[in-house]
């Protein structure tokens, strides 16, 4: 199959800024619980919640968590009640972002993401800026030591996977969204052990960068990340090859 770019490159680039669990895991109630308000408590019947879980049982996320995040979204636990908005915008070298958010205050968040922008060599885009120079993905992620890649392809290619790829130690499954828990849960249940699998937004083409500008990327990514109300941050930069992150 063709490679998909550079995708597994710049998630263990990035990974990083995902290092603090407490923040990680607080992204993933969040997520979880308005999944579970806008389409009910039952992964079985709401492919998002399933998505969610399915996002947060791969990070080793306890699974009295996931079910107090469900109550909280199902109204059974009281909880902030969380609105969704996708921000868009440029950083250093033209590089496309997209942050998604999940906030209890739309204010803050608006504030917030626009002041790393602006001190981050970066400026917020209108609505559509960048947003179609993405598509949303399933990726789900395989330690190439660990798994036979080619008995993988086959099983995956059969199941419906859209492409598979090797890059960095990291064999990566592609699907379409609809797919992407049909096959996590079919792939685990033939003993693959996957390293991360959720649905994200992959860019249809990179940006490359010198070494400087990855830099001042990557510091935008880290500081986006790092706000409270940031669940996710895409981008389509291609990182130079002495870029250590």
Known sequence: ??????????????????????????????????????????????PRLRTAITKAR??????????????????????ANYEEKTYEGYGAGGVAILVDVLTDNNNRA?????????KSSGNLGATGSVSYMFKRLGQIEYDAEKVDEDELMDIALELGAEDIATEDGIITVTTDPSSFNDIVE???????????????????TYTDLDKETSAKVQKLVDRLEECEDVQNVYTNANYADDFEG
């Not at 680039?13 to 009910?40: C, L, P, V, Y």
């Not at 968590?65 to 059974?76: E, H, L």
């Not at 079919?186 to 249809?204: I, R, T």
């Open 110 to 118: 608006a504030a917030d993401v626009r002041n790393i922008f602006n």
């Open 58 to 79: 791969g990070a080793n996320m306890p699974k009295d968590n996931i079910t107090r995040a469900i109550k909280k979204g199902t109204g059974d636990l009281g909880g």
């Open 186 to 204: 079919a792939l685990n249940g033939k003993g693959f052990e996957s390293l991360s699998a959720s649905v994200d937004m992959v860019p249809d």
């Open 1 to 46: 199959m063709s490679g998909h770019s550079k995708w597994a490159t710049i998630k263990h680039a990035k990974g990083a800024a995902d290092a603090k669990r407490g923040q990680m895991f607080t992204k993933f109630i969040k997520e979880i619980s308005i999944a579970a308000r806008m389409g009910g408590g039952d992964p079985d019947s709401n």
